[in-house]
């Protein structure tokens, strides 16, 4: 079965830092992989997803992640963090076009002045 | 403004009081998910919906219940809550299946049961 982790729960990064959120992920076939940010009290917004071709893919709010099929991992960076990125993300793995869709258990993200 | 509405956003309920969570979506999108989510868990699924009257059981489907008339209206019905439904609940529609395109979620609700 497919399940994602998330090896941090917490992770407090000063404003101007880079950033990198692990996320790290079981699945037999070619998995299709997301990343979504939950800014507080808000839904989840889609920051960037990876289905095939080029490992490094480019989301919004300046964001990447970078598939890497021999560690099983899709890991989110940002060279330079800003106070409004505080928040919580969520990386997920599914299947291409398939609703069997997994959530990691979130890495919560605080931005220090 | 393409957006996924729920309602109510707060709710504090007693045991065994049936309610209704409202899930509205204005993009015409044919798929549509329940999720809650618990700290430590993430999200899990509860329904989904490929289209008006198909619905389907995720990971997570006890105690709920789900329809879908109307192809942008997807409400989730607890017919008897239990303190261990107290969680947040979220809506998501995608024009194709979740994992084939982006969700767009819905601001939460906050359901308590005492």
Not at chain 1, 58 to 71: D, T, V
Not at chain 1, 100 to 105: H, K, L, Q, T, V
Not at chain 2, 36 to 62: A, H
Request: hydrophobic fraction near 30%; include cysteine; aromatic fraction near 12%.
């Amino acid at each position: 079965a497919q399940s994602v982790t998330q090896p941090d729960i917490h992770i407090t990064v000063s404003e101007g830092a880079s950033l990198e959120l692990r996320c790290n992920y079981s699945y037999g076939a070619t998995p299709y992989l997301f990343w979504y940010v939950q800014s507080p009290g808000q839904g989840l917004q889609l920051l960037l997803k990876y289905f095939s071709g080029d490992t490094l893919v480019q989301g919004i709010k300046g964001f990447e992640a970078e598939f890497k099929r021999s560690q099983s991992s899709f890991n989110l960076r940002k060279p330079s963090v800003h106070w409004s990125d505080a928040a919580e993300y969520f990386c997920a793995v599914g299947p291409y076009n398939n609703n069997d869709m997994r959530f990691g258990a979130g890495t919560r993200l605080t931005v220090k002045p | 403004e393409a957006q996924v509405t729920q309602n109510p956003r707060y709710l504090i309920t007693v045991t065994g009081k049936k309610l209704t969570v409202t899930c509205s979506q204005n993009m015409n999108h044919e798929y549509m998910s329940w999720y809650r989510q618990d700290p430590g868990l993430g999200l899990r699924q509860i329904y989904y919906s490929m289209n008006v009257e198909v619905t389907d059981k995720g990971d997570v489907p006890e105690g709920y219940k789900v329809s879908r008339k109307e192809k942008r209206n997807f409400p989730l019905i607890l017919e008897s809550p239990s303190p261990n439904q107290t969680s947040l609940y979220f809506c998501a529609s995608s024009a194709r299946t979740p994992s084939g395109d982006t969700q767009y979620f819905g601001p939460g609700t906050r359901l308590t049961v005492l």
